[in-house]
C-alpha cells in the first residue's frame, strides 16, 4: 500500500528533532564541536572542558594567562557562539 503524503528525510528529521525537544541540546553540541574554530587552535588547546549551564556558556582553562585574555573577550565569544547556532543561545560566559 503506497502513502498519499510522502515527506523528504529533511522534513522528517526536522520534524523529529521539534517532537523530542531536542533541538536545543544539538546546538549546544554543535557549538562545542566547533569550539577550535570560535576561539582559536590556541586557546582550543588549553580548553580542559566546556559545557552549557543555565544558557551560560562554562569554560575550564588551563592557563591563567588565556582566562585573562577570555576575560576581556566575553562578549565577542559570546557574539560568535550565539551567531554560529542561529538564535540566543549563551546568555554569558562563565570561565573558571
Avoid: C, P, Q
Avoid at 569554560?59 to 594567562?65: G, M, N, P, Q, R
Avoid at 573577550?73 to 546568555?91: P, Q
Amino acid at each position: 500500500m503506497r502513502r498519499k503524503r510522502t515527506m523528504s528525510l529533511v522534513d522528517v528529521l526536522a520534524e523529529y528533532k521539534r517532537e523530542m525537544n531536542i533541538e536545543g541540546r544539538l546546538k549546544e553540541v554543535e557549538i562545542i564541536n566547533a569550539w577550535d574554530k570560535i576561539a582559536g587552535k590556541a586557546i582550543a588547546a588549553r580548553t580542559k572542558k566546556i559545557y552549557f549551564r543555565d544558557k551560560n556558556l562554562v569554560i575550564h582553562l588551563t592557563s591563567s594567562v588565556v582566562r585573562n585574555e577570555l576575560m576581556m573577550m566575553k562578549e565577542v565569544i559570546r557574539d560568535r557562539v550565539n551567531e554560529i547556532a542561529g538564535e540566543e543561545l549563551a546568555t554569558g560566559i562563565i570561565l573558571k
